[in-house]
């Protein structure tokens, strides 16, 4: 089978897995479709010659998107009857009529397109010695347009306060885990920490960077955490002090620049590399303290739980009840919602 061939079937794979996602009506389903959804796209970015977006992809889009899922996967509600059947195929076709009609808007407006060949991309590998570093795409993102990845840090650090501000009150404490969890952990979470680095360092010369290093830092403190680390746990304000910390960092390099060389964001060649590599590691330590932070402000872990709400074998969902107790609040038979008895206080459990 040659190579073409195995490309057209990735290419089907990762549509299929889309469709899968968006129109399966199990949620276990639409989020499995989406991990692999997440695995084939950044195999086929990497067979296109773009390794950084496979990185980003497989770290950001499958990693943390898919982790955030799994933990919504673990904490969902029984699903309700359907009302109208009818109504969901109306809406399946809807969508698939529309989709299918901006596909072929898209295949026309680009087959009208002057298909001359970019010169932006010669010119940004010709001047790569001048930006302080040797990998274009490091060169582009840290230089020529730097200031598209500040505007990228501001929306993540307002993610993270939007994310504090609409999730519980403090993140849950963490407590002890079995020996098995913490050897894991003692294993596990330098060899992470390594790799981060070693993709942080790499970024200069070759794919990696800022974004994928903290990406991993990030699985480093969701791993040291979930096995009961507690000099893992960061609190939302500091989470949100950290985050705001380097963007904050980002604009004092876009002064010093304007300064020095009188344009915003301006690097000297002399001293552009110490100073993208400086700003990379401290990026790398916002977003991975952003990342993690955003997990575990959506409630990823609870007390002496695992990954995405682990529950005792006799509890319910989402907070055990006893056997024959309804949710949130159970109450004998015979007696109100949330009520005592006259005679002395209800039995049963309590959520």
Known sequence: MTLAMLDVLAVGA???????????????????AFLV???????????????????????LGGGIAGAL??????????????????GRVVTV?????????????????VRSVNVEPAELGREAIASTDAAGVSHPVTAVLLNY????TLLEIAVLVVVVVAAGAIGRERLPSVTGADPVRRALAVVLVPVVLVLAIWVLVAGSV?????????????????????????????SRSATTA????????????AVIGLGVTGSWLGLETAWAGAAILAIEAVLAIGIGVALSGIFFIAGAVDDGAGLAGAVDDDAGLAGGVDDGAGLAGAVDDGAGLAGSSPGGPVEGGRA
Not at 16 to 31: D, F, I, K
Not at 44 to 51: E, F, K, M, S, V
Not at 242 to 253: D, I, K, M, N, T
């Open 206 to 234: 070759q794919p990696g960077g800022a974004f994928q290093s903290g990406a991993l830092f990030a699985a480093a403190l969701v791993i040291a955490r979930l096995c009961g680390i507690r000099s893992a746990v960061i």
């Open 145 to 148: 347009r730097s200031l598209d």
């Open 242 to 253: 950290v985050a705001g910390g380097s963007l904050l960092a980002f604009v004092a390099l």
């Open 69 to 86: 899922l799994v933990d919504a996967l673990g904490r969902r509600t029984p699903p309700r009857p359907d009302a109208d059947p009818r």
């Open 93 to 109: 076709g809807a969508a698939v009529v529309g989709g299918a009609a901006a596909l072929v808007g898209l295949l026309l407006a």
């Open 14 to 32: 990762v549509v299929v897995a889309a469709s899968v996602a968006v129109l399966v009506r199990g949620r276990a389903a639409a989020t499995t």
């Open 37 to 59: 959804f997440g695995i084939l796209l950044a195999v086929l970015w990497g067979r296109i010659d773009a390794p950084d977006v496979a990185l980003a992809e497989a770290a």
